[in-house]
């Protein structure tokens, strides 16, 4: 595989906020969760499926999802999860944490050795 | 658990599978697919279902936190509610156990804590007995304990040391009472003089016990070939009189010592620690090197020494003892005394040998605090368990709604344990407060009192104590209070008839045990308190009131020269000390009531062998007066008894009725060399303790037998207390012999007082716990009076309705109670005649199973049960029961 087509690792705790941010368009079941990375990402998260379960229970016990079971159209059951307030309001907090962490790293990357500070 | 996180992945992978045919993919390569793309299937079930397992049991924390946060509250709120219930149970545990902390503390370093020696269990103490004793302990002829003679203890060093153990000698003071001069140092001040005790010790004593020195060093083997003398000062003595100057070790002092005085330059080795003491109650404050080479020069017939041994391992004291008996002793001090006889060495437990006759009145305590402590768990019990049935309904009503029975259990659980560890926390704060005040009440006669100190021991005894009565009061009533029927209890009235049945009864076992406790204690403290009245009433014989007697000892070598120089001094020193403002009189005796040796003696008549044993008490004329002696027959002895006089002696009472009879013993002659011609008769006087019968006794004239020993009694005016002339006497002896200390200055009145404070001591205890006792046994018969009396409500109303009076109503109402009252002072009773076996060793003229004793208890116990349980029944009179009975 070419050096850009292999899959990027994912950076621990970024994963949690990934999901919540799946989930805050509204209640998803953990396979749907990962058609969404997969296809937000464009298929650079290489990720096994069974990763993300192992992340949603995780926030379920951390009591920023709830789950349920219900049936999909397909006459399937499944476990479908839902965003709690308390889960909103932590994705608030990682993904302003998140994008002024990437902003500060990016600046520092890109800046020629030796010149001043912009 | 497990099977739910398998749904969930199988339902993702069913999904993955649809989510791929629907784009076209064949079935079998969809699911290949979408497996490949899931992972590691069973890591992930594993993963998945330790994180479930995980959050399923902080849930179950957070649960049972929750619930223990809850019975807490409704405890803690229940408390509240009726306050004077907790704070009356709490100070009741808290009385138990801090009676209990506080004896208990006394007990642990009196008796149970180890000495403060190397493996203090293999050390003995070794004392005179005759074979017989020592062969066959119990069996052979009682054998005279005390000290040992040279050959005794150089013969155990010999042949013993291999097979027995090591020992070591001393030479102190003995347990009689005498202060031996040996051992009696003088410490030339720059004002005055001090005398204090010291003793003697072989060089391997300090490491035979395991003591090693604070500062400096003790006594090796090594000193025992060297030729310093040397000497180990006491903490004590180290702060008092050398300021606790470090300096001092390896510095020589002087002291004046032995007899003849000598003076004696020691080089100071060390300083042993503070918490040695190896005497009780008095202190060793010296020791001073004896080297074994030292001993074996003492005269072979000299009854002298002690000796410590340490037990080889695995021998015990009666093996031990067994083998000494054939240790070789020395000289036979009978001739043609059969073997049994002949001296043995004895041996006596170290701990036996401290705590010695104290142990007794120890135990006692430590029995009579432990039925307090039982007393106070069962009214604790008996609160709760009335409070379970008044609360019944609203356990009911919990049950309803789903509250399992381990769940309402562990809610009256909570809140025994709750009560029991506020009522501990109290009671060991009172323990601690109690300390000082104990430590200053305790006689002087109890061993290691300095060593009772509040330590870990009284915090764990409280904490253990805690725990015994949460079982105790929390068992019974969550048994008795979860043994119901829910829908009958919220349906039916407020009796369901069974359950409170049981409770009752048991609450009704409860008041028997505790009036059983009671009335035993009872007994026991009505014993012994007449006991000790009646040593109050023991005529002494003296007036011992406000005379003021000190000791002292003419030991300096040109007293020894001949008796003139003792009468002299004595003859002055009278002078002077009636001089004294403030002293009405003064006189001389050459031992003191209660105080000091008692010097026996052998007394014939003239011309007949039959001797009668008696005690030489020599006195002048002074001692007569001043102790308020009158004559029976004949005259005191007087100022014209002198030296050159003829030999005169008046005698006591009981010697003239042995010796004489009924004949008139004045004009007779008693002794010889010289014959002494009874001139009077006196009364007899106590002398050895008020438990003692008075032996007989005989005075002679101070004049005619001159003393180096002997105390000086005088006696203040009305209104001169005695402290004020205590620095004026000390002049007066400092003036005639500057060199010459007097010992402690006491009055006989406290010399009186402290032989007897050990047993004023427990009878107090005894007295304040029974009172104690019984008022607790009050309490619980009001508490289940009233509870029967509520719950039987409707019953008196209706009764009273058909027109019972008053005193019926009572009787139905106490009843139970009552009889249950009698049944507790019956067993009570009995275990007081079972156990009057033991107590009779403290009882001074009284029966130990006195009938009037009994009967005045009996009656005591049931008339105020009687008067409690009328109590709560008098409360509800006619009228409100008729009302009630209206209402209903």
Redesign the interface.
Same mark, same amino acid.
Request: proline letters at 0%.
């Given at each position: 595989m070419k050096q850009d087509d292999a899959p990027l690792p994912v950076l621990k705790g970024t994963l949690d906020m990934l999901v919540l941010k799946a989930l805050s368009g509204g209640p998803m &079941? =953990?396979? =749907?969760i +990962?058609?969404w990375l997969e296809s937000r990402s464009n298929g650079t998260l290489g990720l096994?499926?069974?990763?993300t379960?192992?992340v949603l &229970? $995780?926030l379920? =016990?951390r009591g920023f999802v709830d789950a349920q079971w219900t049936m999909?159209e397909?006459k $399937? $059951? +499944? $476990?479908v999860y839902k965003l709690t307030r308390a889960g909103r309001a932590h994705l608030a907090a990682e993904t302003e944490t998140w994008l002024r962490y990437s902003q500060y790293v990016t600046a520092i990357m890109v800046a020629k050795p030796g010149m001043a500070p912009a | 658990m497990h099977t739910q996180v398998r749904e969930e992945l199988d339902s993702h992978i069913a999904l993955a599978v649809d989510h791929l045919v629907a784009r076209g993919v064949p079935r079998e390569r969809a699911e290949r697919e979408a497996r490949a793309r899931f992972g590691d299937y069973d890591t992930a079930v594993g993963r998945l279902y330790a994180t479930a397992r995980e959050r399923e049991r902080s849930v179950n924390r957070r649960e049972m936190i929750d619930e223990l946060r809850q019975d807490t509250r409704l405890a803690f709120r229940l408390f509240r509610r009726s306050p004077g219930f907790f704070v009356g149970a709490m100070l009741t545990l808290a009385i138990g156990i801090g009676a209990n902390g506080a004896v208990f503390s006394i007990l642990q370093s009196t008796l149970l804590q180890p000495l403060p020696y190397r493996n203090p269990d293999e050390l003995v103490m070794l004392r005179r007995t005759n074979v017989g004793e020592a062969r066959w302990p119990g069996m052979g002829p009682p054998g005279a304990a005390g000290l040992l003679t040279s050959p005794m203890v150089l013969g155990w060093r010999r042949e013993g040391t291999g097979r027995l153990g090591d020992v070591a000698t001393m030479l102190m003071r003995g347990n009689s009472g005498l202060r031996s001069v040996d051992t009696q140092f003088d410490l030339a001040l720059s004002d005055r003089t001090i005398r204090f005790d010291g003793a003697f010790a072989t060089p391997n004593f300090f490491d035979l016990l395991g003591v090693r020195a604070a500062r400096g060093r003790v006594f090796t083997n090594a000193d025992e070939s060297s030729s310093d003398q040397l000497i180990l000062l006491s903490d004590a003595l180290w702060r008092r009189q050398f300021a606790a100057d470090p300096g001092i070790v390896g510095r020589p002092i002087t002291l004046t010592m032995g007899l003849p005085r000598v003076q004696k330059t020691l080089i100071v080795a060390g300083i042993l620690p503070r918490e040695f003491h190896f005497t009780y109650p008095d202190e060793v404050e010296a020791w001073v090197l004896m080297r074994w080479s030292d001993v074996e020069q003492h005269s072979p017939e000299n009854i002298a020494f002690s000796a410590v041994a340490r037990l080889r391992p695995g021998v015990s004291i009666a093996q031990a003892q067994h083998r000494a008996a054939d240790l070789p002793n020395g000289i036979d001090r009978v001739a043609n005394a059969p073997p049994q006889d002949r001296l043995a060495i004895g041996l006596e437990s170290m701990r036996d040998w401290v705590v010695g006759e104290t142990r007794p009145s120890l135990q006692l305590l430590g029995a009579v605090a432990a039925l307090l402590l039982i007393v106070t768990c069962i009214t604790v019990s008996n609160g709760l368990l009335a409070r379970v049935s008044e609360r019944q309904q609203e356990l009911a009503v919990r049950a309803t709604l789903g509250a399992g029975r381990s769940r309402l259990l562990r809610q009256l659980l909570t809140e025994g344990a709750l009560l029991s560890t506020s009522g501990a926390l109290a009671g060991t704060l009172l323990a601690i407060a109690l300390q000082p005040i104990l430590r200053a009440l305790l006689p002087a006669s109890i061993p290691r009192v300095g060593e009772i100190s509040v330590n870990a021991y009284i915090v764990a005894f409280g904490a253990a104590m805690a725990m015994v009565t949460t079982l105790l009061a929390a068992v019974a009533p969550a048994w008795g209070g979860t043994r119901f029927d829910p829908t009958s209890m919220l349906t039916g009235a407020a009796n369901s008839a069974s359950a409170t049945r049981s409770t009752l009864r048991w609450r009704h076992g409860l008041v028997a045990a505790q009036a059983a406790i009671a009335t035993a204690l009872l007994i026991s403290a009505s014993l012994l308190l007449t006991s000790f009245w009646q040593l109050g009433r023991v005529p002494l014989g003296f007036d011992g009131d406000k005379v003021v007697t000190v000791e002292l000892r003419l030991l300096d070598s040109k007293y020894m020269i001949s008796g003139w120089m003792i009468r002299r001094f004595q003859e002055d020193l009278v002078v002077r000390v009636r001089a004294i403002p403030g002293i009405a009189d003064a006189g001389l005796a050459s031992t003191v009531p209660f105080l000091g040796f008692d010097f026996p003696a052998a007394i014939a008549r003239a011309g007949s062998d039959k001797t009668e044993m008696v005690k030489n008490r020599v006195v002048d004329p002074g001692y007569f007066r001043v102790l308020r002696i009158p004559p029976i027959r004949g005259r005191l002895l007087s100022d014209t008894d002198r030296d050159n006089m003829p030999r005169v002696t008046v005698v006591s009472q009981a010697y003239a009725r042995k010796a004489f009879g009924t004949d008139d013993p004045i004009g007779q002659k008693i002794g010889s060399s010289p014959a002494m011609e009874i001139v009077g008769v006196v009364g007899d006087l106590h002398y050895a303790g008020l438990e003692h019968d008075p032996t007989p006794a005989i005075y002679v004239p101070m004049a005619q037998e001159p003393r180096p020993l002997f105390s000086i009694v005088l006696r203040t005016d009305a209104t001169v207390s005695a402290a004020s002339v205590v620095p004026a006497i000390r002049g007066a002896i400092r003036e005639l012999d500057p060199a010459l200390p007097a010992m402690d200055f006491t009055t006989i009145d406290q010399i009186i007082d402290a032989s007897v404070a050990n047993r004023r001591f427990y009878t107090v205890a005894t007295v304040s716990f029974a009172t104690i006792a019984l008022l607790l046994t009050v309490v619980g018969l009001i508490v289940v009076v009233a509870r029967v009396v509520a719950e039987r409500r409707r019953e008196l109303a209706i009764r009273a309705a058909l027109g019972a009076t008053m005193s019926i109503l009572v009787r139905v109402a106490t009843r139970d109670a009552l009889s249950a009252v009698c049944i507790g002072v019956a067993i009570g009773l009995a275990g007081a005649y079972v156990g009057s076996v033991v107590l009779a060793q403290f009882l001074f003229h009284v029966a130990p199973r006195s009938p009037a004793t009994y009967a005045a208890v009996t009656g005591l116990v049931l008339g105020v049960a009687a008067l409690a349980a009328w109590g709560p029944v008098r409360r509800f009179d006619r009228t409100s029961l008729a009302a009630m009975l209206k209402a209903e």
């Open positions: &079941h =953990g396979f =749907g +990962a058609l096994d499926d069974s990763v379960y192992q &229970h $995780r379920e =016990g999909t397909n $399937r $059951r +499944a $476990r | -």
